[in-house]
């Protein structure tokens, strides 16, 4: 979605409460306005018991702390000239066209500045700003909520948070930190892993001559309502030092999105919920702000699959099974 190819053509009008604008300025203002307060919207609507505090996690006290390790220039380097010389530039304008080009000259330098941000767990402004691109996903072209935000950042920050991301996905595997229920953004996971996982237990339970009942969970705007307060007690309690705990916090401070369309550019906005669309880090982040969910299943079985997820049982009659469902 970020080929440089994409078009986004804007609505030639746009609805804005109560009126109807055809103004290309105001429309990308008000396209920004409403894709960075989605989460917030959403998270008001949700009940008090819900947002308030995070969940008891789990006690591992076996897990050692995690500490990021020296980011090596040779990694560096094959990630630069793996980059795609097609996919956009971010508002840094740095295109990925140049960066794979010269990557042999510019490799050392930029590891360098991806363990100076370690040690100083500060991450570059410029690589905390999104580009966002509306797409029409179908409806009412008036109605702002029927696009879909499509997110460009920086390429090096993406190169330094494939980085950051082997390291801690490395991390929980070897821990086994993260629930096994989960088959999302995970090596040697996926959709059919977890189809395969409920199936094989519902035709177990239904050779046993068991009645089956599943409940399937959508969590709306579930990437964008992830609350960075919970998300970075979440790492600390998984073992992550207090450096690593800093440079995350660091990490989700000062994020800003502009909408970009028809060589127009929106104002800036402040991101102050939820993961970074069209990050590298965004879905193993998520991964671990949902991590608790399975201990809230109870008696039922549950399998999620990133943010969609089904709570399932079984039994000899058709009572059991949903009293089971319902506790």
């Given at each position: 979605m970020e080929n440089k190819n994409t078009s986004s053509q804007l609505p030639t009008a746009l609805r804005i409460g109560n009126s109807v604008t055809t103004d290309k300025p105001t429309i990308i203002e008000n396209f920004n306005k409403h894709f960075?307060?989605?989460?917030?919207?959403f998270h008001l609507t949700?009940?008090?018991?819900?947002?308030?505090?995070?969940?008891?996690?789990?006690?591992r006290p076996s897990l050692p702390h995690f500490s990021f390790s020296q980011i090596h220039s040779a990694d560096v380097l094959k990630e630069l000239q793996n980059l795609d010389p097609y996919k956009s530039a971010g508002l840094d304008n740095l295109d990925p066209f140049f960066l794979k080009?010269?990557?042999?000259?510019?490799?050392t330098p930029i590891t360098s500045l991806f363990n100076l941000s370690f040690v100083s767990s500060e991450i570059p402004?410029?690589?905390?700003?999104?580009?966002?691109?509306?797409?029409?996903?179908?409806?009412?072209?008036?109605?702002p909520s029927c696009y879909r935000p499509i997110s460009i950042l920086?390429?090096?920050s993406k190169v330094f948070e494939s980085q950051v991301n082997k390291q801690i996905t490395d991390y929980f595997e070897s821990h086994r930190t993260l629930s096994a229920m989960q088959s999302g953004f995970r090596a040697g996971h996926g959709?059919?892993?977890?189809?395969?996982?409920v199936l094989?237990?519902?035709?177990t339970a239904i050779d046993k001559k068991h009645y089956c009942a599943a409940v399937f969970i959508d969590l709306a705007k579930a990437f964008d309502s992830v609350n960075h307060h919970i998300l970075i007690g979440r790492l600390s309690s998984l073992g992550f030092s207090n450096d690593c705990v800093a440079w995350f916090t660091n990490y989700f401070s000062d994020r800003v999105q502009c909408v970009k369309s028809e060589g127009l550019l929106s104002g800036p906005l402040a991101v102050s919920m939820g993961v970074p669309q069209g990050s590298i880090l965004g879905p193993t982040l998520f991964s671990v702000y949902i991590n608790d969910v399975a201990l809230a299943a109870g008696d039922s079985l549950i399998h999620l699959y990133a943010d969609d997820t089904i709570l399932y049982t079984s039994g000899p009659s058709l009572d059991t099974v949903l009293t089971t469902l319902q506790t």
């Open positions: 960075s307060t989605a989460g917030h919207a949700t009940p008090t018991a819900f947002n308030s505090t995070a969940p008891p996690t789990a006690t080009l010269s990557a042999e000259i510019i490799a402004i410029d690589w905390k700003a999104a580009a966002v691109i509306p797409l029409f996903k179908g409806g009412d072209t008036l109605d920086p390429c090096l959709c059919t892993s977890a189809t395969l996982k094989n237990d519902i035709v």
